[in-house]
């Protein structure tokens, strides 16, 4: 089972990194031996990255080009396909980290996750990881007050990978538990119920040199089925509402104008979307049982949301 690839030898780098390091030592940094000690840093960043990249298959995603949050939590991306490639989707168990890049922020996470990756242990500790953008933040307008979690890119009950620094970005409450939780339970869902293999992969997506992801692009496909069990394309949003966020480093602070209209949150509600019959329900309707967990997607939202998403309510709970 391949868990890490790895790009270029790191002493190639460092190499690089000496001698943009010794011309900057020696020339001061100025005129045109400190503009020639740039253009060497800048090479090395370059090799670096591309070396480090190397063997992720994760599409590139540039920020300003993704839909703007308009108070859903994610947004399906491609008509809701995946990107992947015919030689991801194998019928065994792997999973890919990729490297921090050169401001310590993780990069694309992929695994094809079969029931062999599913931990049988309890989650230990990861307090001891500090993601880029990270602050320690409370709010009494987010659910539990912490503004931020340690956001498993490929959540644990997945693959059960926990403390790795390559798999946890800094995410608010909001994307963590409303945004990327339900994807994450209906893929388990799926996996536990067929013992079949998910392709599954989150990229985080970063505008510049933000320390603070804007959003995550999350992927998945079922193998064995072609992609009849499970298949999304989303990107879910990295903000929370009612509080205002400097994605360059993290900070924050409360801000009335993205809190959502207080008719709007009244109005917000669990369901159950049966994918299957593309009806919704109430959590607790006694139609829920019959549907199959890979059928169900976990939606917290309104009723109005659903309606225009083509969805129509159950006519026994009567949402």
């Known amino acids: 089972m391949i868990r890490q690839k790895r790009g270029r030898p790191l002493g190639m780098f460092l ?23 740039g253009n060497v840093w800048q ?6 990255e591309a070396g480090q990249s190397e063997g992720y298959a994760a599409a590139s995603y540039d920020a300003e080009e993704l839909p703007e949050y308009d108070g859903r939590p994610y947004v399906e991306l491609n008509g809701n396909q995946p990107m992947f490639k015919e030689e991801d989707l194998q019928e065994y168990s792997y999973e890919d980290y990729a490297p921090l890049d050169l401001l310590g922020r993780c990069q694309a996470a992929a695994a094809n996750i079969g029931p062999d990756l599913m ?25 539990g007050n912490y503004l931020y979690n340690r956001c498993h890119l490929i959540g644990y009950q997945l693959t059960g990978e926990n403390a790795n620094e390559r798999n946890l970005i800094t995410g608010t409450r909001y994307m963590n538990t409303t945004g990327m939780m339900p994807f994450e339970n209906r893929t388990a869902d799926y996996i536990e119920e067929t013992g079949n293999h998910v392709m599954y992969r989150v990229t985080p997506v970063f505008d510049g040199d ?33 509080v205002a966020i400097d994605y360059r480093n993290g900070d924050s602070w409360l801000d009335a104008d993205t809190a959502l209209p207080e008719q709007e949150a009244r109005s917000r509600a669990a369901y159950i979307v049966n994918i299957n019959t593309d009806k ?35 006519g026994r709970c009567r949402p």
């Not at 990861?126 to 009494?140: A, E, F, L, M, N």
């Not at 992927?219 to 394309?233: I, K, N, Q, T, Y």
């Open 15 to 37: 190499a690089v990194l000496f001698a943009a390091v010794w011309i900057t030592g020696c020339y001061g940094g100025s005129g045109a031996a400190g503009e020639a000690a």
């Open 43 to 48: 090479y090395a960043s370059e090799a670096y």
């Open 119 to 143: 931990p049988q242990e309890e989650r230990e500790s990861i307090g001891q990881i500090r993601p880029s953008g990270w602050h320690t933040v409370k709010y009494d307008v987010v659910d």
């Open 210 to 242: 933000n320390l603070l992801a804007d959003g995550v692009v999350m992927e998945a496909e079922s193998v064995e089925d072609g992609g009849a069990g499970l298949r999304f394309c989303v990107y879910v949003y990295n903000v929370q509402p009612g």
């Open 280 to 314: 919704f329900h109430y959590p607790d309707c006694s139609s829920v049982e019959d549907i199959r967990e890979y059928n169900k997607l976990y939606f917290w939202g309104s009723r109005e949301e659903l309606l225009l998403q083509g969805f129509s309510p159950c």
